[in-house]
């Protein structure tokens, strides 16, 4: 045993750059390995092609980041850190709205006019039906067809998860790897449903809210949380019979905007009709959020939401990470129900019975 | 030194039943000590004596649960844990409203018409001013003198705290030691101004908003979310050249209640006016709570949502702990204030701060 230890020691030291082998190991199938390992490319490749706008590179980084295997956290970290840098620099836009307001149409036709100006966008489709299907819907290659040929366009349907945490995270981390590729604009697109758009609207600088004419019925669809966060809503399908529809939902829309406590940003929402079909109105969409965003520069809360969504996001990511540790602790499983019912029984104070269950957890601990 | 433990030793063995004292301790003074201990009632004679109603024994559990003094915690538990068999019986009722809609002498009147009708009510006060004043701004004696006289009446002052969980975990655990008492409705009493109002909801069978009339403007006083959790609200001061406009405001708040979406338990929240001073609506007002509990308890609402409460306190406390055992962690406070600049300052990603940041945490407990 020791002998052994001592040859390798002694193989390691004079080949020090030779893997350590058994003396029976085909030179050919090292060859191979060694090639393989060449043509993928390390972190360091990775990142200089990312920021050098390397598409293939972003797409790889982001399939690290969104991997739920922990031989990738090192890596996925060390290319955010290296990013974050050179990120920072993009418009992000939230799009949301409830299935059927033909948000994939709009945001093509919205993005193919931003590339006509010159930029360059990247889009990320947060859809909570691929976390049930594996993909969307539709299907993730039919939808935004054209925006996706685009040269200057970037189409990704973003990670599902189990957690609105780890979606939050992931989406949040592509932003950086999309800005550090040199994309200036960002839009996240989600469906209007559920826990998503809160976290959305947590990491982007403009929220809109998607929205087709029709009666009272069809507004309470959106929840009224959403909608006390949009910056602007839009209404789609403004074209051929519809459009005095949706002149009149447009003013519906913006009567109900009013009954929300004014923004600490100074901004008063804006009611839109745009056709996703005719184009008419998607450049007054852009020129709003060219205005928001010009305005909330000047008067600094540009830069101070985003500081305060940075903050939130490590406040949030923290707490998560306390009571993940917690619920997932098998002492704290096992109490947990039997504490739950006695609780719910009488039997003990909750506030007795959670300090007991939380200095039980801290014994494991030590 | 061994000598004198030895002997110290000695004399426990020797006397088994005394105390180890110096030769030269007076037994005159040794036999006061042991007189006021005697006096002192051990925690079974104050369960005893809170259990067969005895309202100075009740004060004194108060004290001991309202204490901030570690050396009370157990004590406190104890109590807690011997009357909560014999507590869950009362009707709970939240009360609140804005300052100047006359709280107190509604509270006084309401309670009155509750002894009359013979049952045993216990007012318990959460002041948000008395944390600043050590006090009430009115003093807590000249508050609901009237009802402070009755015998089958106990109003206590509430404890006031740093945090929202304190005086929430103080408030419930008196709640239980007033029902162990025999008291058959407890009234909490707050100012709808804060974050108190949301714990009070979520440990009361009934929440009630109090009011006044007047414009929109005076409406706009009362947080939205306020007025989302109540399930009646009274217009008070009905009386006098004010009764027509309080018929105007209770049909204008009637209209703002139907926004709110509709209510779990199936209850559709009640308008009503009444007057302090001239009695007129108290009994209303009762009657309407009356038939709230009897409609809850016959649909399984009533102890299902007590059954809900008590969990939500249980998860509450349980993250409060976490949160807290780690904001107080010495390490932690170092690190923070660094990693949130870095963060800000978009050195860091929020997620892997966060991440390393707990791991450093955990490190600090093994």
Redesign the interface.
Known sequence: MLIFTKSLFTLKKENPNKENLPDNFSPAVLKKIQQARKNQPNTEELITNILSGDIGALSRAITLIESNNPNHFTEA?AI??AC??H??NSVRIGITGVPGVGKSTFIEAFGKHLTKLGKKIAVLTIDPSSSLSHGSILGDKTRMEELAKDPNAYVRPSASGDTVGGVA?KT??TI?LCEACGFDTVIIETVGVGQNEIAVHSMVDFFLLLNVTGTGDELQGIKKGIMEMADAIVINKADGDNIQKAVLAKAEMNNALHLFPAKKSGWIPVTLTCSSKTLEGINEVWETISNYIERTQNNTFFESKR?EQ??????????N???Q??FNNSEVQILLEK??KA?????????????L??EKY?NT??
Chains 1, 2 share one sequence.
């Open positions: 970290n955010i850190k974050l840098p990120a920072n995270r949040r981390e950086t500081a940075n903050e939130f996001w490590l406040m949030e990511t923290i707490e990470q306390l009571k540790d917690f504490t739950k609780v719910q029984n009488n039997e003990y104070s909750p506030f007795a019975a959670a300090q269950l939380v801290f601990k030590t």
